[in-house]
C-alpha cells in the first residue's frame, strides 16, 4: 500500500487527516438508491474527484442524497478510482 503525502504537510497535520479518514469510514453506512436523471439529461451532482457530492445542480436526486455523499458504485459496478461521469455519460 502506497501513501501519497504533500510534503508541505507536518507529520501532525497527516495523522490528523488520517484519523478524520478512519472518523468518517466508520459511520457511514452503505446504500442502494435509485438516482434519476434531471430534464437536462444529467444526474444534477456536483461531485470531488472521490465521487463525494458537495453540490447539487437542481433538485432531481436532492430528496435522496445529501452533500457528503459518496458515490461508490454504479449498477453493481465498483467505481474505484474512476469518476461518476467518466462512467454513466450524460443522457
Known amino acids: 500500500c ?5 510534503t508541505a504537510m ?3 497535520e497527516t495523522l490528523f487527516l488520517k484519523v478524520e479518514r478512519l472518523r468518517r469510514l ?3 453506512s452503505v446504500k442502494h438508491l435509485p438516482v434519476r436523471r434531471g430534464e437536462d439529461g ?3 451532482l456536483g461531485l470531488t474527484e472521490d465521487n463525494v457530492i458537495f453540490e447539487f445542480h437542481h433538485d ?3 430528496d435522496i442524497l445529501e ?3 459518496q458515490v461508490r458504485a ?4 465498483p467505481l474505484v478510482r474512476e ?3 467518466g462512467v454513466v455519460p450524460r443522457a
Open 60 to 62: 432531481t436526486n436532492a
Open 67 to 69: 452533500c457528503g455523499d
Open 42 to 44: 444529467s444526474f444534477g
Open 10 to 12: 507536518s507529520a501532525g
Open 83 to 85: 469518476r461518476l461521469g
Open 26 to 28: 466508520y459511520r457511514c
Open 2 to 6: 502506497a501513501i501519497l503525502l504533500w
Open 74 to 77: 454504479v449498477n453493481g459496478i
